[in-house]
């Protein structure tokens, strides 16, 4: 089964609106910590955000934020104020249990066009 | 901030050649490094995990024999395509994490090596 699940394989959305990447995870551990990266067409992978299972409040990091509703198992990622530069490959990823050795479990992904 | 240098960033070769990447932790010791493979438009798919000092341990599915890993120290994990064939042809990234860091820092991803095999 499917650990991370990204829906929107392509999204659209205008320079300097706000936008939202859906993710939904499966897992039964209690300690896991949801990630979010960016990868442009040059193929590095950059970390955008980070939300850890027992966190009270959404993470925020600059333009960028999370909504995780721990409920419904989803961790969406909200980039407001889109620049033509956030045109890239956005993956959502999970790491379950609080081991520093297990790897991160990433999503398809979706593609993320800002136009002008 | 942490960084992880990946090395070649691309090779372009001949099928039946053997083919090693290199991935550096370089301001940081990493007793675990990852080893992802992407093809395009596709999402990463984990293929190993590499542990300092001990041997690899492989996802299902993942030919050790034709991925060999080889994590001889602390800030270095190599990962050899022996006998590359052009199905072998894609996108590796390999990523490490902080040694003892707790569960919320990230990996920290090498820049990725882009193999093409003629």
């Known amino acids: 089964a499917q650990k991370i699940t990204q829906t929107q394989p392509g999204m659209f959305v205008q320079e300097k609106e706000a936008v939202t990447l859906d993710c939904t995870y499966d897992?039964?551990?209690?300690?896991?910590?949801l990630f979010w990266y960016k990868q442009p067409s040059s193929g590095e992978m950059i970390f955008l955000i980070y939300?850890?299972?027992?966190?009270?409040q959404n993470a925020t990091e600059g333009r960028y934020s999370l909504n995780f509703q721990k409920a419904r198992k989803s961790a969406n990622l909200v980039i407001s104020a889109s620049q033509l530069g956030d045109s890239a490959m956005y993956f959502c990823?999970?790491?379950?249990?609080?081991?520093?050795?297990?790897?991160?479990?990433f999503g398809k992904g979706t593609r993320l066009s800002v136009i002008a | 901030g942490a960084v992880v240098s990946q090395h070649p960033s691309r090779v372009i070769c001949k099928s039946g050649t053997s083919v090693k990447i290199e991935c550096r932790s370089l301001?940081?010791?990493?007793?675990?490094m990852f080893w992802y493979r992407q093809f395009p438009k596709k999402s990463l798919m984990l293929m190993a995990t590499?542990?300092?000092?001990?041997?690899?341990?492989?996802e299902q599915g993942v030919e050790k024999d034709k991925f060999l890993i080889n994590h001889a120290s602390l800030t270095l994990s190599t990962l050899t395509v022996t006998s590359a064939h052009p199905e072998d042809s894609s996108f590796y990234i390999c990523?490490?994490?902080?040694?003892?860091?707790?569960?919320?820092?990230?990996?920290?991803f090498g820049d990725g090596t882009r193999l093409s095999i003629l």
């Open positions: 897992t039964s551990d209690p300690s896991y910590g």
């Open positions: 939300q850890g299972s027992y966190d009270q």
């Open positions: 990523s490490a994490r902080t040694q003892g860091g707790v569960s919320n820092q990230p990996q920290h």
């Open positions: 301001d940081f010791q990493a007793t675990t």
């Open positions: 590499s542990n300092e000092g001990s041997k690899a341990t492989y």
């Open positions: 990823a999970m790491r379950e249990g609080m081991s520093g050795n297990t790897p991160l479990v």
